[in-house]
Nanobody, 113 residues
Framework: QVQLVESGGGWVQAGGSLKLSCAAS????????MGWYRQTPGKQRELVAS???????NYAESVKGRFTITRDNTRNTVYLQMNSLKPEDTALYYC???????WGRGTQVTVSS
C-alpha cells in the first residue's frame, strides 16, 4: 500500500514563498507521474502542476512562472516551490501519483493580502 505524506504548507503573506514536499512510501518502484492539485471550498479540485518520471512538466496557466515542480526519483518525492504567492493561491494542496492512483491527505496553504 502506497502512502503519500505531504509537508510544507502554512501561512504566508502575499509575495512570499513556500515549498511543498510529498514523499511516497510503500512502493519499490518510482512513481510514473507525480503532481500537485488544489481545492477550495465549493470548487473542483484542479491541477497545479505535474511531472513525469522523465522530467516532463505541466503547469496550470495561473501558476506558470511562479511555481516550479521537481522530483527526486531516488526518494520517490515530489516538490512544489511556490514563489510570488497570491491570496488566490490559498487552498488545500494535494499530492497525487499515478498509475496506479494515490492521493495524499492534503496540506493547507494560506496566503494573506
Amino acid at each position: 500500500q502506497v502512502q503519500l505524506v505531504e509537508s510544507g504548507g502554512g501561512w504566508v503573506q502575499a509575495g512570499g514563498s513556500l515549498k511543498l514536499s510529498c514523499a511516497a512510501s510503500g512502493s519499490r518502484f518510482s512513481m510514473n507521474v507525480m503532481g500537485w492539485y488544489r481545492q477550495t471550498p465549493g470548487k473542483q479540485r484542479e491541477l497545479v502542476a505535474s511531472i513525469s518520471i522523465g522530467g516532463s512538466t505541466n503547469y496550470a496557466e495561473s501558476v506558470k512562472g511562479r511555481f516550479t515542480i521537481t522530483r527526486d526519483n531516488t526518494r520517490n518525492t515530489v516538490y512544489l516551490q511556490m514563489n510570488s504567492l497570491k491570496p488566490e493561491d490559498t487552498a488545500l494542496y494535494y499530492c497525487r501519483v499515478f498509475p496506479p492512483e494515490y492521493w495524499g491527505r492534503g496540506t493547507q496553504v494560506t496566503v494573506s493580502s
